[in-house]
T-cell receptor, first 114, second 114 residues
């Protein structure tokens, strides 16, 4: 069975500081990994995805994530936080052949201080 | 030009009532999903349909019944509503010919049962 653990339910950074949101996964087969962002009162939006083509994945809004098989991690980073980055972030994993069944982490609330 | 739409956006009802939430996507996708997000923002898949056929059916009370009249629509009917059903329900869609099944989410329906 697949699972995802997001370390830190709340992360607070200052505007302009590095954003690091942690995600560790468990999967019995090579996984697909995703980061989604949810702004207040909105649905989830795909930020980026890992499909085994490249270990460093670039997404929208300046975010990127690195797949590290040895650490079973897929941490999300952004060099410089912007106020508009304040949102809920979800890491998700799905196994190849699972017909779209994704397991989501519990989410991390990112707060950006001026 | 909304990609995944849900109606209604807000639904307030009393215990014991029956209600429906509608979802439509205009992305040409063939797979659709229902998710439940609780008050702590935990997101769990409930159902998934591929070309009108149920392919994922998680442990959900049988008071919840999805219906897919065609591959662009997936509705959720809930009988005998309970207080614990209060949550935000998200519809999503994806393409089954893309192995990652990355999902596009609707804006959500906030259901409040009193």
């Amino acid at each position: 069975a697949q699972s995802v653990t997001q370390l830190g339910s709340h992360v607070s950074v200052s505007e302009g500081a590095l954003v690091l949101l942690r995600c560790n996964y468990s999967s019995s087969v090579p996984p697909y990994l995703f980061w989604y962002v949810q702004y207040p009162n909105q649905g989830l939006q795909l930020l980026l995805k890992y499909t085994s083509a490249a270990t460093l994945v670039k997404g929208i809004n300046g975010f990127e994530a690195e797949f590290k098989k040895s650490e079973t991690s897929f941490h999300l980073t952004k060099p410089s936080a912007h106020m508009s980055d304040a949102a809920e972030y979800f890491c998700a994993v799905s196994d190849q052949g699972q017909a779209g069944k994704s397991t989501f982490g519990d989410g991390t609330t990112l707060t950006v201080k001026p | 030009d909304t990609a995944v739409s849900q109606t209604p956006k807000y639904l307030v009802t009393q215990m014991g009532n029956d209600k429906s939430i509608k979802c439509e996507q205009n992305l040409g996708h063939d797979t659709m999903y229902w998710y439940k997000q609780d008050s702590k923002k935990f997101l769990k898949i409930m159902f998934s349909y591929n070309n009108k056929e149920l392919i994922i059916n998680e442990t959900v009370p049988n008071r919840f019944s999805p219906k897919s009249p065609d591959k662009a629509h997936l509705n959720l009917h809930i009988n005998s509503l309970e207080l614990g059903d209060s949550a935000v329900y998200f519809c999503a869609s994806s393409r089954s010919d893309i192995p990652t099944y990355e999902q596009y989410f609707g804006p959500g329906t906030r259901l409040t049962v009193t």
